[in-house]
């Protein structure tokens, strides 16, 4: 059974036989559904390979180990594990600062919904980012107010509040 890969790209040549041109379009079409068979399954959703034996690498490819339960993605000639993403909700009220740790890099999203008298939001992080991040409401009728903060190579982020009377509700997400 031939994939896309085994196609040549020059044939049916214009002196082929007409007669033929049946069995080059069944021949096309059996290496499509191959081909789109490895990571789909033909009826528009798309499938990663899975089991406990990888398969074949290339570049890009995604596998979910069922031995490790991990994902993993092969770049380069190996098979890496990618980190598992994490989404957790916070509630941050004045003088209360929420603290997430993870176990190694992470790119890190800080999403907040800002309602009148929130005060400043501060974000630290370990390794400390560069500018570090505060954000003051705008005042006036403009409530609430969104906070989006995305911070790479992360090991811990703190989110907490300064000069607030009210708590605030978001989401912390980690890839």
Do not use: C
Not at 121 to 136: A, E, H, L, M
Request: net charge neutral; glycine share 10%; charged share 10%.
């Amino acid at each position: 059974m031939g994939t896309l890969a085994d196609l040549p790209e020059t044939e049916p040549l214009n002196t082929s036989p007409i007669a033929q041109g049946d069995d080059a379009i069944r021949e096309t079409r059996l290496a499509v559904k191959t081909t789109f068979a490895v990571e789909h399954d033909l009826v528009g959703n798309h499938k990663v390979a899975h089991g406990s034996t990888r398969p074949t690498g290339t570049n890009g490819r995604l596998f979910i180990n069922d031995s490790t339960g991990h994902i993993e993605v092969y770049a380069n000639g190996t098979w890496y594990t990618a980190a598992m993403p994490t989404f957790t909700s916070i509630t941050v009220s004045p003088g209360v600062p929420q603290a997430r740790a993870y176990t190694g890099p992470r790119t890190v999203v800080v999403t907040l919904l800002l309602p009148a008298g929130a005060g400043t939001v501060i974000v630290t992080t370990v390794p400390p980012y560069p500018r570090g991040i505060q954000f003051t409401p705008l005042g006036g009728n403009i409530s609430p107010q969104p906070f989006v903060a995305s911070m790479p190579n992360v090991t811990q982020v703190t989110v907490s509040l300064s000069g607030g009377s009210v708590s605030v509700t978001g989401y912390v997400l980690a890839i």
